[in-house]
């Protein structure tokens, strides 16, 4: 499965539990740890959980084994490392305060059509 493939399959795992704001950014120039990242918001912890929850179960079925994922217990701000891709599922004050779009300083590209 290539970066492309795997970006639209996280996409369309964040779009089954309605993730709100779904960016897809490409960091291929910016950096070799990964093509895109991903970042989502739910609206409680327990969406985000279930957001990042459904990207890994999706992930899995496709054979993709995921290479870490950290703050599932907490719910704030989940991030799920699928290699290529690199997934962001956090609350909407979470991510304010980060703003990883401007962090990583690349035009945010919207995943999903509203």
Do not use: C
């Not at 120039?29 to 912890?45: E, F, H, M, N, Y």
């Not at 994922?69 to 907490?74: D, I, Y």
């Amino acid at each position: 499965m290539n970066s492309e493939q795997l970006q639209g399959l996280v996409i369309e795992a964040l779009e089954e539990i309605k993730a709100v704001d779904v960016v897809a950014l490409d960091v291929r120039r910016l950096t070799s740890i990964a093509d895109g990242i991903v970042i989502a918001s739910g609206t409680s912890q327990r969406h985000v959980q279930s957001l990042a929850d459904n990207v890994l179960r999706r992930a899995r079925e496709a054979d993709v084994r995921p290479l870490g994922v950290e703050g599932e217990q907490v719910g704030d701000w989940v991030l799920v490392d699928l290699g290529d891709v690199i997934v962001h599922v956090m609350r909407p004050e979470v991510r304010d305060f980060y703003n990883l779009e401007k962090l990583w300083g690349v035009p945010a590209t919207p995943a999903i059509e509203a």
